[in-house]
């Protein structure tokens, strides 16, 4: 996983999902809060899902949001977690839909910035 430094600020536009999956994780009491970003620069916002027939995790629901929705591809993803790097399966899932150069911003749950890896 790349790190992000203070020599390499974040882009408001990517400062803005890590704060919506920050926020969408707080509000709903979740594991995980995740948003992507699409080509248009739409933005979608979910949390875990877990019902006892689907068990989605943030950013596969925030994936699923942005497809349903008329996405053709994604410019960025982020998920705000305990975890120490994204899940193989989110990395597919934003891989699908953006590419395998799209980044995933893994943030802590404080929304401070852990590092960047790409969907590939």
């Known amino acids: 996983m790349t790190e992000n430094t ?3 600020p974040l882009a408001p536009e990517d400062r803005k ?15 995980e809060g995740a948003a992507v970003r699409d080509e248009t620069g739409r933005t979608y916002v979910a949390g875990t899902v ?9 950013l596969r629901t925030a994936v699923a949001m ?17 975890a120490d790097a994204p899940a193989d399966a989110d990395r597919a ?3 699908d839909l953006g590419g395998p150069a799209t ?18």
Not at 66 to 82: D, I, M
């Open 66 to 82: 942005a497809v349903a929705s008329g996405a053709t591809s994604l410019e960025a993803a982020a998920v705000v977690t305990e």
């Open 17 to 31: 999902i890590i704060t919506l999956a920050r926020s969408a994780r707080a509000r709903n009491g979740v594991a």
């Open 103 to 120: 980044p995933v911003l893994l943030a802590g749950p404080d929304g401070a910035l852990r590092g960047t890896v790409t969907a590939g």
């Open 93 to 95: 899932a934003v891989r």
């Open 50 to 58: 877990e019902l006892d027939s689907l068990r989605l995790s943030a």
């Open 6 to 8: 203070e020599n390499t």
